[in-house]
């Protein structure tokens, strides 16, 4: 069965600092990766995704994610945090199935960038 | 807009009522899923339709009841629901459940339901 864990609750850094949001993830056979994120009073919206190739990948704003096999991690990075990139962020795990695939997602990080 | 739309934004409804949850795309998808999001809990994959034909039923409890009449609506009809079923219900659309992978979802911004 595959899984999403995301340790934090929330992240919290000063606006202009790097941050990062943490994941790992469990599945069998080859992982499908993804980050979404939710602003307020709205649905998620893509960010990015690791499908093959490059371990590092680049989404939209400015996010990248570190696919590391090793580690089953695919943690967000940004190098410089803005105020408006507070919001909910999402990763996921999509995998294949007999109807197509299935996406599970974690329980979210709250990131708050301070002023 | 993202090209789902959910209606209505929010509701609030006794245990004994009987409301839907209306979800609508006009993004010539074929696969239209419905959400459970609560706070601090992963977002749970409730029920999926690819081409109008149920594909999943994530072990939702049968006062959830979906329907998918064509490939642009999705209604998820609730009866006799309990406090803990309160949450923001989300609705998404993909190309078709095969696809996932190159076209993504595109979720809708959410019904945030409260059983009193």
């Known amino acids: 069965a595959q899984s999403v864990a995301q340790p934090e609750d929330q992240v919290n850094v000063a606006e202009g600092n790097p941050l990062t949001v943490k994941c790992t993830y469990s599945v069998s056979g080859n992982p499908y990766l993804f980050w979404y994120v939710q602003y307020p009073n709205r649905g998620l919206q893509f960010l990015l995704k690791?499908?093959?190739?490059?371990?590092l990948v680049k989404g939209s704003y400015g996010f990248e994610a570190e696919f590391n096999k090793s580690q089953t991690s695919f943690h967000l990075k940004k190098p410089s945090a803005l105020v408006s990139d507070s919001a909910l962020y999402f990763c996921?795990?999509?995998?294949?199935?007999?109807?197509?695939?299935?996406?599970?997602f974690g329980a979210g990080t709250r990131l708050f960038v301070k002023a | 807009e993202t090209g789902v739309t959910q209606t209505p934004r929010h509701l609030v409804m006794g245990m004994t009522n009987k409301k839907s949850l209306k979800c609508e795309q006009h993004l010539g998808h074929n696969a239209m899923y419905w959400y459970k999001q609560s706070a601090k809990k992963p977002l749970e994959l409730m029920f999926v339709y690819n081409f109008k034909e149920q594909t999943e039923n994530n072990s939702v409890p049968s006062r959830f009841s979906p329907e998918c009449p064509n490939s642009s609506h999705l209604f998820l009809h609730l009866h006799t629901l309990q406090p803990e079923d309160s949450a923001l219900y989300l609705c998404?659309?993909?190309?078709?459940?095969?696809?996932?992978?190159?076209?993504?979802?595109?979720f809708g911004s959410g019904t945030r339901l409260t059983v009193v």
């Open positions: 996921a795990v999509s995998s294949q199935g007999t109807g197509g695939f299935k996406t599970i």
């Open positions: 690791y499908i093959t190739g490059d371990n």
């Open positions: 998404a659309s993909s190309q078709d459940s095969w696809n996932i992978l190159i076209y993504g979802y595109t």
